[in-house]
């Protein structure tokens, strides 16, 4: 069946058309510029043929979860909506010249790139759940960049509020990154639906084909939808992907709502902890928290970000310590560019007791100034992070047992579990069981993770395997 041609742009006053972006079975996309102020912008329209009274509150209300949400870096922003002359709807929004729809098949992305982007939109999801809202259409043709390179989610088109999913019949999906309860009716959409298509797209972006899709062999929608129903995880097969990351996947993607991370959070934070076992930078989470964070980004760790003491050139990976502040930036992508290494080594020849006053100084009139300003600040890092010191080890039945006590978890904390150099999955259990053979020496350390954060390692415990033979 062919393409539809795109209809006529509408004429509207204060915006010259240019060429068609795109279309859809509702809706074209145009690009247009706007005289004042001048920018190129990106303008929905309902089709006429379409519009009613049912599809005008649809687009409505599309409207207005964009302009709620869209203050969020990494959703794309709506400028304005109204109705054209001939009486067709329209959004007037920010202007991205590409889709990652367009990239992730036609060249291998970074894996620190896809990483990035998974934590960015993952918090956007974050975002808007906290607000009530399910996108229910999550996948890489959604997700667009920015002039800057910053990825944003588009496209609420088919979003609810979570009250009205349960009960809502109007629903679009895509069927290659759709959750097995939502391809099967039982709710059209739910927040493990949404971990399922963020897990989905990543894996997307990681492979270059969606999850379960099979090259070379039946993709029609009923195969598609046969093996998403088993829901039989296959790796990425890129061998820069370590197996955490695929762990991390394939639990998103469990056949089973309860088994995949309980939020996009969650799911989140599982992201960081690989980005940190890689020694990558960690992207920051951009998800309002309180009203005094500035509704920007992000948690109290990473409300300012301060670059360390070696230049960009000095080769091992680094991350950069992170402490509180009273201001972020409304863009985390300005968070990640490199520094400068000549403003980031900055020495002095004054002697040492002129740089100490100064810095006594300096730290006071800064102490001043928050306290005037009625500012608290609790600041925290590794230091806060509880270390597991007992860790004990018993050796059975081919098997060593190493157990510890709690040192005190919080309820979004999780175990790290390192058994002779090899980092076993996320686990809040305060004991691993391994596989071991007679002469084996099994050493293990733990430490814990908190908020994508990982606390001093334990004193390793080691276990010298021996099979006991009386009576044999």
């Known amino acids: 069946?062919?393409?539809?041609?795109?209809?006529?742009?509408?004429?509207?006053?204060?915006?010259?058309?240019?060429?068609?972006?795109?279309?859809?079975?509702?809706?074209?996309?145009?690009?247009?510029?706007?005289?004042?102020?001048?920018?190129?912008?990106?303008?929905?329209?309902?089709?006429?043929?379409v519009v009613n009274d049912d599809l005008r509150q649809m687009f409505q209300a599309e409207a207005n979860l964009m302009a709620q949400l869209s203050s969020h870096p990494s959703i794309l922003t709506v400028y304005q909506a109204s109705v054209?002359?001939?009486?067709?709807?329209?959004l007037v929004m920010e202007y991205c010249s590409a889709s990652l729809g367009q990239r992730y098949r036609a060249v291998q992305l970074p894996l620190a790139e896809v990483l990035a982007v998974g934590v960015r939109i993952a918090s956007a999801v974050e975002t808007a759940h906290r607000q009530g809202v399910l996108h229910r259409d999550i996948k890489p043709s959604n997700i667009l960049t920015t002039a800057y390179g910053h990825p944003v989610l588009s496209d609420f088109g088919i979003a609810a509020t979570l009250g009205e999913a349960e009960s809502s019949d109007a629903v679009g999906l895509s069927i290659p990154w759709s959750a097995p309860e939502v391809l099967h009716d039982e709710v059209s959409g739910s927040v493990a639906s949404e971990v399922w298509s963020l897990g989905a797209t990543v894996y997307s972006l990681l492979a270059g084909r969606?999850?379960?899709?099979?090259?070379?062999?039946?993709?029609?929608?009923?195969?598609?939808?046969?093996?998403?129903?088993?829901?039989?995880?296959?790796?990425?097969?890129?061998?820069?992907?370590p197996k955490s990351l695929e762990?991390?996947?394939?639990?998103?993607?469990?056949?089973?709502?309860?088994?995949?991370?309980?939020?996009?959070?969650?799911?989140?934070r599982d992201l960081q902890s690989v980005e940190e076992e890689l020694g990558l930078f960690q992207t920051p989470l951009e998800v309002a928290m309180d009203d005094w964070a500035l509704a920007t980004a992000v948690d109290v760790d990473e409300q300012t970000r301060i670059s360390g003491a070696h230049g960009i050139g000095d080769g091992a990976p680094r991350r950069r310590r992170a402490r509180s502040g009273a201001f972020g930036s409304t863009r985390s992508q300005a968070d990640s560019r490199p520094h400068d290494p000549g403003t980031s080594r900055i020495r002095t020849t004054a002697p040492t007791s002129a740089r100490l006053a100064w810095g006594i100084s300096l730290v006071s009139v800064l102490l001043i100034a928050l306290v005037g300003a009625g500012a608290y600040f609790v600041i925290q890092g590794t230091r806060s992070i509880p270390v597991v010191t007992d860790v004990q080890g018993v050796d059975a039945d081919a098997t060593v047992t190493f157990s510890w006590n709690d040192p005190g978890l919080q309820s979004s904390d999780a175990y790290v579990v390192t058994v002779d150099g090899e980092a076993l999955p996320l686990q809040r259990e305060a004991r691993v069981t391994v596989p071991a053979e007679d002469g084996d020496r099994v050493c293990a350390s733990v430490k814990v993770v908190r908020d994508g954060k990982s606390g001093a390692s334990s004193a390793e415990r080691c276990v010298e395997v021996s099979v006991d033979l009386e009576g044999a």
């Open 1 to 49: 069946m062919s393409r539809r041609l795109p209809s006529t742009p509408p004429n509207l006053p204060g915006f010259a058309f240019i060429r068609v972006l795109g279309s859809g079975g509702f809706a074209d996309v145009f690009l247009y510029e706007q005289n004042m102020p001048r920018r190129l912008v990106a303008v929905k329209v309902l089709l006429a043929e």
């Open 84 to 90: 054209a002359a001939d009486g067709r709807p329209y």
């Open 210 to 241: 969606s999850p379960f899709e099979t090259p070379g062999g039946d993709n029609g929608s009923g195969a598609l939808m046969g093996r998403i129903d088993k829901a039989k995880y296959t790796p990425t097969g890129r061998l820069d992907v």
């Open 247 to 268: 762990q991390v996947l394939a639990r998103s993607m469990s056949r089973r709502p309860s088994s995949r991370q309980s939020s996009a959070l969650e799911f989140i």
